[in-house]
């Protein structure tokens, strides 16, 4: 896991042709402005969604993991709480190959508060459980972009 100011990803390059072309492109177009949709980047190596949604409270989060894919999960407008586990930490209760999905249950480590200007990387083996209410319930507009990471999934077994 990765949280830091969006200006300053640059210093995590190096770790991926995936993730230095996720990066150079965050550096390079800001998020303000975007709507909802799918942005291709680098096909289905690298690639941007866009959601508008409101908040809820954790009892009704989706607690998700990833094999092949690591995310970058940004607030453009609003504020979200994202709950961060270990995924060895996590029972996986069901997974979906084609969709790279896997829903997970257990308990949160971490909680980590998004707001504009701040990233949230969550790797292969970074549980998240997204679109929680920071306080009551509010509408947020987030980007995720998804990067492909052939290299750690390898080394991992995954």
Avoid: C, W
Wanted: no cysteine; hydrophobic share 40%; proline share 4%.
């Amino acid at each position: 896991m990765i949280y830091a100011e969006i200006k300053d990803l640059e210093r995590y390059r190096g770790l991926g042709a995936g993730l230095d072309r996720a990066i150079g492109y965050l550096l390079g177009n800001p998020l303000d402005g975007l709507e909802p949709g799918r942005y291709e980047i680098d096909g289905n190596r690298v690639y941007m969604n866009v959601f508008d949604y409101e908040t809820i409270e954790e009892e009704g989060a989706f607690f998700e993991a990833h094999k092949k894919y690591a995310d970058i999960h940004m607030v453009v407008a609003g504020r979200e709480l994202v709950g961060v586990s270990d995924l060895s930490r996590l029972t996986v209760k069901r997974f979906d190959k084609e969709a790279d999905l896997m829903e997970v249950e257990g308990p949160v480590e971490h909680y980590i508060q998004l707001i504009p200007g701040k990233a949230l990387v969550t790797l292969p083996e970074d549980a998240h459980k997204v679109k929680l209410a920071a306080g009551m319930p509010a509408p947020v507009r987030k980007a995720v972009i998804k990067v492909y990471m052939e290299h750690i999934t390898e080394y991992a077994g995954l």
